[in-house]
């Protein structure tokens, strides 16, 4: 199934339905920019309580976006029931994704110390010693900081391996946290490429609501992701064809 398809799909399962899409939207958003808001003003308790609600939320969003494509009953603030209704389990897979992603997480964070301390050490000798010469920490600096950019990348691509779980534990409560994440990835391989490309396609509509100072994004935001639940369908039913995106000669190699 083709990209345009499957925004087609999504089109269709939108169909009087985006005044419902736009609130649930918008209702997401206030309540999320709000309860930051109200936590940050806390020190560090307020920091921590917003970075472990937030999954939680986002976890309900996704959950009525799966319930608006199917025609499902959905409140405007529904993702709050559906994700508190959750909370362990959101958190329970989280973990387990955080596991499956600890060598990046590694990586990411010696790169980041030892980039420091190659530009501290940097600067340090060019205090005690303006005459030496320091192109050799320079060319140091400049291969931690490559390696700490590639880190990030490899992040970013392994990542895309479980961006099914919030669907998969929605559509299969019987499933354990552990089977879930494993099944995000196995669904996954061989198909982050053409996740990235069906976002890509919508890159257009997101230019386009900077002309309406992005209030736009309230149709944008619902659109991606009930295209996102459709392609998360075509997968999890393990349908016979393949899913070809049109304009996307590269092959996936990961």
């Known amino acids: 199934m083709s990209s345009s398809e499957l925004r087609k799909q999504a089109r269709e399962a939108l169909r009087g339905k985006w005044g419902k899409a736009v609130l649930l939207t918008l209702s997401y958003l206030g309540i999320t920019i709000g309860i930051n808001f109200v936590l940050m003003i806390i020190p560090l308790v307020g920091l921590i309580a917003s970075f472990v609600i937030s999954p939680v939320i986002t976890h309900g ?17 529904g993702f709050l029931t559906d994700g508190f209704a959750n909370f362990k ?13 600890l060598l990046p997480i590694i990586l990411i964070v010696v790169f980041a110390f030892l980039t420091i301390g190659s530009s501290v050490g940097n600067a340090i000798l060019r205090y005690s010693d303006p005459t030496a010469s320091v192109a050799g920490l320079a060319g140091m600096s400049a291969i931690l900081m490559i390696g700490y ?18 669907y998969i534990l929605y559509d299969n409560p019987n499933m354990t946290n552990k089977e879930i994440v494993e099944e995000s990835e196995k669904l ?63 092959q996936e190699k990961y």
Do not use: Q
């Open 149 to 166: 950019i590639a880190s990030i990348i490899y992040m970013g691509i392994k990542s895309l391996l479980y961006t099914l779980t919030s």
């Open 188 to 250: 996954m391989k061989g198909n982050r490429l053409k996740a990235v490309w069906l976002i890509i396609t919508f890159i257009g509509w997101i230019l386009l609501s900077a002309f309406t100072m992005y209030i736009g994004l309230l149709w944008v935001a619902p659109y991606v992701n009930v295209a996102m639940v459709c392609f998360y369908e075509v997968l999890a039913n393990k349908k016979t064809e393949v899913i070809e995106l049109e304009k996307d000669p590269i």
């Open 61 to 77: 969003f996704f959950v009525s976006m799966m319930k608006l494509r199917r025609g499902e009953t959905v409140k405007n603030t």
């Open 89 to 101: 389990r959101v958190w329970c897979v989280l973990g387990y994704t955080i596991k499956k992603m």
